[in-house]
């Protein structure tokens, strides 16, 4: 007898990658000589019974011998017994009830007998554990045993595990027009897609959301969104008859030994993305050996689930508002303050402490900043968010720290919100009326809101205020700092006159001061507007005499920061031997700049030097190394950041392959870069027209972008 398969939802969509892993186990199957069993596992209401069920119904054909399928019913009070199920597999399979034998053992027995020779597909739905499910497997060569269950059942012996996801946006929007009515969806594409976000692309949720919105044909799509977006009744409104998110959630973790419910709670106090087993025992207040078990119970009962870094976790957004809920119902205020405090109190310390380990005057051991910064950048949603926290829970002198530990840090990471932080840090410099650290913050403000904000008269404006605070309280080193940004300001106005003038004030205090980290970039600013003012000598002499200071500083500099500031030196050399169209010694030396940074860490500046090099080759007759040094170039300017480099280089490609004849390949080049035109603005597209058609005016210093 043949027991038919759960019934598959008619609005099934997504799982297509899931369904294809499934059937090519199940041809597996046939080969295994004890069949084969897979667990579909994943977090509570991630649709595991609609995925084994839609596998049953579409692996038919691979099991002429059919499918027995059984709910385990792990969420009931009392959850099916191995002795009651086999029973209940036994009948299906055609025996009378008097054939059935009393024990397990014997049932279990019969059960597999009873399958040598027939291939058949088992479906154990809502599993409780492995004790359960291990007498009910189909060990027969050719059967399957698929099982779904909250938990990994990490125990079984030569299973395999299908963890499943949320839903890809598409396929969660699919199922939302599926059931709410496509024309209501194509109405309010923004609003469903937020809908998708708000759900988790959780399929329960996803599926209450649906079913909410056709009961009510007169409801906005937006309006349903906006009751969602309170994350404090964002639970309670997933709610649709007896469909619920909080309940399902609530089966998992009252299943939790009580170490890991703490530990699940506490999670919730963690501010960023996702966390490791470090900061999870700063909020439980635990020993990390002992956090590492619980976490361990918390992923095996898919509560958390791991993050794409190895050794990383992450709640599921529904899960963690769960989370957040039994914090506040379990603990008392004060504790979870405390916590939550201690979170908050680890995460500025380690960041300020990290920052400041990039201090040019700091001497530390090898590799102790590569690990700073590794943590930097592990940590950084959550020191971020303990940043925007602190800025708004008046923690101002945390706040002033570690905005100023951040100095060196972010001239080398660019990649975070500094406009943000050193913003958030100037205010509270001033709530705690440091004027000293009000100066720093207003030239690390500045400087970020030229190169993030784009806004140079906003950043000549701050740089005024620090050099003008500075001034007032007799703090040379921040007046330096001030006049050297001041200059940057202005040569990136046009007014090279001004600027070389508040250069060279800047030089002149930071020589007083004996300050060589910033003496070498005030020089080599000085030597790159002398070069625009075609002040050659002055610019070489400039650039000359940081590279002599930085080898006699050889051992007081950490060595790749040594090299990068090598290379950034040689290549401001390199600009003016293009200028003076000394060919050969401007390619030699952009190739010497470019063997001193790896492409890995520094693309963009790797693809530069590369790009000038192939210049200056093919303007001095080397077209074969040119070629060479242009296609390297090609390969490190792929991003969107980089479209007015790849397009330059694509147009200096071309006009190296004409001038070897291969002018297929030419055209091939120029083509793709007129199709980059309409990625760059109105000049810079204006000037790779240029170049595309042989018109004069675009040189290796010109257009936007060049450094």
């Not at 054939?99 to 014997?106: L, R």
Request: hydrophobic fraction near 45%.
């Amino acid at each position: 007898m043949v027991c038919v398969p759960p019934t598959v939802v008619a609005d099934f969509v997504g799982r297509e990658w899931e369904l294809r892993r499934l059937r090519a186990w199940a041809r597996d199957a046939v080969a295994a000589p004890s069949g084969l069993v897979v667990s579909i596992v994943g977090p509570p209401g991630i649709g595991k019974t609609t995925l084994a069920a839609a596998a049953a119904r579409a692996l038919a054909d691979e099991f002429p011998a059919g499918c027995v399928a059984l709910d385990l019913r792990a969420m009931d009070d009392r959850p099916l017994p191995a002795g009651t199920a086999l029973d209940r597999i036994l009948r299906s399979l055609g025996l009378d009830v008097s054939q059935i034998p009393y024990s397990v053992v014997e049932q279990q027995d019969l059960y597999r007998s009873m399958l040598l020779g027939r291939r058949m597909l088992v479906l154990l739905d809502n599993a409780t554990d492995e004790a359960q499910v291990r007498p009910l497997l189909a060990a027969g060569q050719g059967c399957l045993t698929l099982i779904t269950c909250r938990r990994a059942l990490s125990g079984l012996e030569g299973a395999r595990w299908l963890w499943l996801s949320p839903l890809a946006t598409p396929h969660a929007v699919d199922l939302i027009s599926s059931i709410a009515c496509p024309a209501r969806v194509g109405a309010e594409p923004d609003a469903a897609r937020e809908l998708v976000t708000l759900c988790g692309n959780l399929p329960l949720a996803l599926r209450i959301a649906g079913n909410r919105l056709a009961r009510q044909p007169g409801w906005s799509i937006a309006g349903l969104t906006a009751q969602l977006r309170d994350e404090r009744t964002r639970l309670s409104t997933l709610t649709a008859g007896d469909l619920q998110v909080r309940p399902a959630f609530a089966v998992s973790y009252q299943e939790l030994s009580p170490p890991a419910q703490f530990m699940f709670r506490r999670l919730a106090l963690v501010p960023g993305a996702d966390f490791g087993p470090e900061l999870a025992a700063v909020a439980a207040g635990t020993a990390e050996t002992d956090t590492h078990c619980q976490i361990d119970e918390l992923v095996d009962a898919t509560l958390v689930q791991p993050a794409a870094a190895p050794g990383r976790y992450q709640f599921h957004d529904l899960i963690r508002i769960f989370a957040r809920e039994r914090l506040e119902s379990e603990e008392p205020v004060a504790e979870r303050d405390r916590a939550a405090d201690a979170v908050y109190d680890h995460l500025l310390r380690t960041a300020t402490a990290s920052g400041r380990l990039f201090d040019p005057d700091t001497e530390v051991q090898v590799g102790v900043r590569a690990q700073a910064a590794d943590w930097l950048e592990r940590e950084a949603s959550n020191w971020l968010a303990a940043v925007s926290h602190a800025s708004t829970a008046g923690r101002h002198r945390e706040l002033v720290a570690l905005a100023g530990a951040m100095h060196w840090f972010s001239d080398a990471n660019q990649q975070y919100p500094w406009a943000d932080i050193f913003g958030w840090g100037v205010a509270a410099a001033r709530a705690v009326g440091d004027r000293h650290a009000e100066a720093a913050l207003l030239n690390f403000l500045g400087w970020a809101q030229g190169a993030f904000l784009g806004d140079p008269h906003l950043q000549r404006a701050t740089h005024e205020q620090a050099l003008a605070t500075a001034v007032e309280i007799g703090d040379r080193r921040e007046q330096a700092w001030a006049l050297g940004y001041l200059g940057s300001v202005l040569t990136n106005l046009g007014q090279l006159l001004d600027a070389l003038d508040h250069i060279r004030r800047s030089t002149e205090l930071f020589t007083d001061l004996d300050y060589w980290p910033a003496l070498n970039s005030t020089r080599n600013a000085e030597g790159r507007i002398l070069r625009m003012l075609a002040r050659y000598d002055g610019a070489l002499a400039a650039h000359r005499a940081v590279l002599a200071d930085l080898r006699r500083r050889n051992d007081q500099m950490e060595p790749g920061l040594l090299r990068y500031h090598r290379a950034c030196t040689l290549s401001f050399i390199g600009e003016v031997m293009l200028d003076l169209r000394d060919w050969p010694r401007a390619a030699t030396t952009f190739r010497k700049a470019r063997m001193l940074v790896t492409a890995k860490d520094q693309p963009t500046f790797a693809g530069e030097c590369a790009f000038r090099e192939g210049t200056a080759r093919r303007q001095a007759g080397e077209h074969t190394a040119a070629v060479e040094c242009l296609t390297v170039a090609l390969t490190l300017f792929t991003g969107a950041a980089t479209r007015w480099w790849r397009a330059r280089t694509l147009a200096e490609l071309a006009a190296t392959l004409d001038a070897i004849g291969a002018t297929g390949w030419a055209s091939g080049c120029r083509r793709e870069a007129l199709a980059l035109c309409g990625d760059l603005d109105e000049n810079q597209a204006l000037l790779l027209a240029a170049e595309l058609t042989g018109t004069p005016g675009l040189t290796d210093a010109g257009g936007p972008g060049a450094a």
